[in-house]
């Protein structure tokens, strides 16, 4: 079985950062100037998630068939977005919703609320949740789409972790509640030619001091399954009622088993995502043997080509942490010795936002910068 959707393989960090919203300007009065600080509040971001069926019909499948879980409770939203998850258990019950969100899409939000009938049960705060006041104390669920690439990449799991000890009530619940990131190792041959060997000779030049660069920035894209050559390897795995925000920086070791006489080009990574407080278990992946979705999966590329037997195995480890001079961003070690082998390599890597959008493309016209 094939990913579904098309191949664009490098689209690593499409997903500026939200840290410098301009709180006095509205989405509907936005430039490109102010989607750069806020890519979110764009409609065609929130347009690809809702879009993307797996991941919004998981979460509608896990609110709205356990509705005896929902009625009379109140839920808190965190990264409402468009609203979408709040009519959901508005719909499915809830007393209540609370919908936070720091990005202006959250202005459109509230007419999708009110357009739909939801004015009396669902609030919007707009604001960050460290620093926002919630018009409800405590509540019996939370709900979140928080995972990004690589699962954390961008993600705002360490703000529903603090929402879960600030506003969860004692043996309250959260949707989803478990995560899996898995690994593993794939034949690239091809790709890698064109996208790392590249800059080998550029026109006759010699570009390699960026083939270093291009090596060490994780690809997002969809991998056939039939290029994985190794069985998968639980890296890490979150319960969102017990994990804390140290729990986010990891070493985790790993152990890949090939599956069949090969060339390994890179490693790939992607997640699995349970809604176990369910009675009827609701689950997704985002790995090459499932149905598409927009996180697609994760290629980190190596340095060199690994020849490898079936049955051999790959070990190592992947260290994991927050960037310093940026929590969204991910600084990522792989280090890995092949069978017998003595010698370890190891290669650091970064998921950073970059400069451009492939869902946004206006983003960098000239608007008076």
């Not at 009530?169 to 959260?174: D, Q, T």
Request: with cysteine; proline share 3%.
């Amino acid at each position: 079985m094939e990913s579904a959707g098309p191949s664009t393989h490098h689209i690593a960090s499409d997903v500026t950062s939200t840290h410098h919203i301009a709180p006095d300007v509205t989405s509907d009065s936005m430039t490109s100037r102010d989607y750069y600080a806020d890519s979110y509040a764009h409609f065609g971001i929130h347009e690809e998630m809702l879009k993307d069926t797996v991941r919004t019909g998981s979460y509608r499948s896990a609110i709205m068939n356990n509705g005896h879980l929902f009625k009379g409770k109140t839920v808190l939203d965190v990264g409402c977005g468009t609203g979408i998850l709040s009519m959901f258990a508005a719909k499915a019950g809830a007393s209540h919703v609370v919908g936070i969100d720091m990005s202006n899409i959250i202005d459109q939000a509230q007419k999708i609320i009110e357009a739909n009938g939801f004015k009396d049960t669902i609030t919007l705060v707009k604001g960050k949740l460290e620093e926002a006041e919630l018009p409800i104390d405590k509540f019996d669920i939370i709900i979140s789409e928080w995972m990004g690439y690589f699962l954390l990449y961008e993600s705002m799991l360490d703000t529903v972790l603090l929402a879960r000890d600030k506003y969860l009530k004692p043996e309250g619940l959260i949707f989803p509640d478990t995560a899996k990131l898995l690994f593993a190792a794939i034949e690239d041959q091809d790709y890698k030619e064109e996208k790392i060997n590249f800059w080998d000779n550029v026109y006759g030049f010699n570009y390699s001091c960026i083939k270093d660069i291009a090596l060490r920035e994780p690809l997002v894209d969809t991998v056939e399954l039939k290029a994985v050559v190794t069985d998968p390897y639980v890296i890490k795995e979150i319960n969102l009622l017990t994990a804390t925000k140290e729990d986010l920086t990891f070493t985790a070791p790993f152990t890949l088993t090939a599956t069949r006489d090969d060339h390994i080009h890179a490693f790939l990574a992607w997640f699995d995502i349970v809604f176990d407080c369910t009675h009827k278990k609701v689950k997704f992946s985002t790995g090459p043997h499932a149905q598409y979705t927009h996180w697609k999966q994760t290629v980190f590329y190596t340095p060199s080509t690994i020849a490898i037997k079936q049955g051999q195995e790959i070990t190592g480890s992947l260290d994991c942490a927050p960037n310093a001079r940026n929590n969204r961003d991910l600084d990522i070690s792989i280090s890995y010795v092949v069978g017998d082998e003595e010698e370890e390599t190891t290669v650091d890597y970064k998921m950073c936002v970059i400069l451009y959008s492939c869902r946004i493309p206006f983003l960098l016209q000239s608007d008076s910068w």
